[in-house]
């Protein structure tokens, strides 16, 4: 008979995400990953402005919710005061890459030592659907309703692959929770971005690819599919820069 996993320490309340979101998915990885490595009662989280903040609501682990995108800039503090805490940023791509790319771009520029995890979603969630720096080209969005135009916005942006080959972080991984073995895939990137900030190696970045089933007009099971179709073909899951331990 299986066993029921039981819910990890930090996660106290339900979150009040829509009905087959991915955040609540991505937050049980990183509560598990630190409950495993030993760091649930060290946690600070540096939170986001979006669907991300819901992250506060049901968290038994102390946290600050920084401004729209600042996240970057607020746990660089954070983690320069409190060296022995893990700090981890939990930010939207709306917030991380659209309003924060500033702060995001510095801190993998300073390989500041604490961890950003990014849920993209290819919208701004919260606020309706609006198009973000990684809405795909052709994408119907509330603010690109003839489908995204590149030759007008530019390109959906590639973080992980932009800070992994421009500066020198400890870490970067892209991973997505559109199928079981994925889930498992994205569980160990985000844990290898803990171990790396215990070992004090430098700044780690997981980005998540992750359904948003209300603005994309689809039901839970149709949004994990687009992410396997759509999403994936532009955005490819995997690690793209590697810890001293794994090279
Ligand atoms: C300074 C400022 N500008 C704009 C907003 C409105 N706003 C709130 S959430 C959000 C978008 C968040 O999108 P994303 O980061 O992609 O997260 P998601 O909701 O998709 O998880 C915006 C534009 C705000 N709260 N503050
Ligand atoms: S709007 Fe999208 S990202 Fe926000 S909670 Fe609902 S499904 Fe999740």
Redesign the pocket.
Known sequence: MAVAKKIPYIIDKPMGFCPGCG?GVVIRLIAESLEELGQDNNIIFGI?????SLLGGGLNADRQHC???RAGAVCTGMKRVNPENIIISY??????Y??GIGESTTAAYRNEHFTTIV?N?T?????GG?M?QTTLPGQKTSTTVGGRDCDITGFPMRFPEMIAHSFNPAYVARGSIANIKDIHQAKKFIKKAIEVQISGEGYSFVEILSP?PTNWHMSPIQAMKHIENVIKPYFPIGEFKLPKADT
């Open positions: 955040h986001g402005v979006g669907c991300s401004p729209h995108g930010q939207g791509d709306g917030d991380a659209s309003i849920i979603n919208n701004y969630g919260m606020t609006q973000s948003c």
